[in-house]
Every structure is written in structure tokens, then in C-alpha cells.
């Protein structure tokens, strides 16, 4: 079955360094992937997405390229501010051009940025 | 748009009561999905609707658990009866397409 295994953490910077957070995935058919986060105490909410092959998604100086021949996923940004502080998901829906939406999620990594 | 509304936002219980969570999705989407959130187990897919008919509960961990969706707008998950171990953080989440938007969710602690 389909399955996203990420850098399990925690990973702990100070501001300003460069962030880079492994993702991986295994799926049968042609997934999008997708980046969520969750502040503290709140819900996951999308932070990026891709839906094919070496498209690039990004969003508040996050990016991730969509890698297909090394199945991976992975999260950077140039530049951590202590607001980034949050866990992060990498997860996978493989709808295969039907109707399951399921996604299939990493087991998060902790982010913590001090100033 | 107000986003997915759970309710409660907390609920403090005692072993062997019911507990019901309530969902409101956002208007127009027609998956519905029940997930837990554990320290030790992570994020766990519980259940989802599509069209407010349930397509996979394979993730309901016991009989205890149930969840309905009787109509586009609202759906419940119930535990009947709750355990210690049934405490964590419970989201809802809904979507029209592949991305999903997430409730704050509701933190269940059972005594």
C-alpha cells in the first residue's frame, strides 16, 4: 500500500539557518503530494502542494520539488523564522483520476526555531 | 468561509460515559474525513464519508466508536462507552478534491 516516511525529528535551529526536512514516499499509481503543518494547538493546514512530476510547490518561503525518480518530496526554506515553529506533514494522495481522497500521512517532525 | 467547525473545542469526561463530537464541514464539499491525534500513535484515520455515506472505517479502532453523516452539513463521531485510552485530540476534516481542510479539533480527556 501506499505509505510517507519522513525525517522523524525533532530538528531544532536557530533563526535565520537553512531548513531541509526529508520526505519519501511508496505508491502503485501517480500521487500529489502535499506538505501540511499544524501550529501548536491548532489543526493541520496546507502549507504546499504538487501534483505531477517536478513541479515545484510553494508558499511562505517553503518549496518542494516533486521528484519522481527518487519518489521524494522534501521541504526547505532558505531562511527559518521563530514563527515557523510547528510540526510538519508530508502526505500523499494517489486518487488515481477516480474519487478516494484518502491521504496517506508521514508521522510529522517537530520544528522548533530559537532566536 | 469560517473553515470546518468542531465542537466541543474541549471535553473532560469520565470512563464509561458517552461522548458525541460534532462536525460541521465547509459548504459545498462532499468528503468528510474523523481522524485521531496521539502522542504515541500520530495522526490516525478514523473514518470518512463521501456524499455523506461512509466509504472506509477501517481506522475505528472498537465498536465503541461510531460516526453519521446524515446530512451534508454535520456529522457526529461517538464513543459509547469511553476509556481512558480513548483521550486525544480528534479532527475532522473535509474536502472537494484532494486537499483537505482541518477543524481545530476537539481534546477528549477521559478520567
Known amino acids: 500500500g501506499d505509505s510517507v516516511t519522513q525525517m522523524e525529528g525533532p530538528v531544532t535551529l536557530s533563526e535565520e539557518a537553512f531548513l531541509t526536512i526529508n520526505c519519501t514516499y511508496t505508491a502503485t499509481g501517480y500521487p500529489s503530494l502535499f506538505w501540511y503543518v499544524q501550529y501548536p494547538g491548532e489543526g493541520l493546514q496546507l502549507l504546499l502542494k504538487a501534483t505531477k512530476a517536478d513541479d515545484k510547490g510553494s508558499n511562505k518561503g517553503f518549496e518542494a520539488t516533486y521528484r519522481k525518480e527518487t519518489t521524494s518530496f522534501h521541504l526547505e526554506k532558505g531562511s527559518v523564522q521563530v514563527s515557523d515553529s510547528a510540526v510538519y506533514f508530508c502526505a500523499l494522495s494517489d486518487s488515481r483520476g477516480g474519487s478516494n481522497y484518502k491521504l496517506t500521512f508521514g508521522k510529522g517532525t517537530l520544528l522548533t526555531v530559537n532566536p | 468561509d469560517a473553515g470546518v467547525i468542531q465542537s466541543p473545542r474541549h471535553e473532560v469526561t469520565e470512563m464509561g460515559q458517552e461522548v458525541t463530537l460534532r462536525c460541521k464541514p465547509i459548504s459545498g464539499h462532499d468528503y468528510l474525513f474523523w481522524y485521531r491525534q496521539t502522542m504515541m500513535r500520530g495522526l490516525e484515520l478514523l473514518i470518512y464519508f463521501n456524499n455523506n455515506v461512509p466509504i472506509d472505517d477501517s481506522g475505528m479502532p472498537e465498536d465503541r466508536f461510531s460516526a453519521k453523516m446524515p446530512n451534508a452539513s454535520f456529522s457526529t463521531l461517538k464513543i459509547q462507552p469511553s476509556e481512558p485510552r480513548d483521550s486525544a485530540v480528534y479532527f475532522c476534516?473535509?474536502?472537494?478534491?484532494?486537499?483537505?481542510?482541518f477543524g481545530p479539533g476537539t481534546r477528549l480527556l477521559v478520567l
Open positions: 476534516a473535509s474536502s472537494w478534491g484532494e486537499t483537505q481542510y
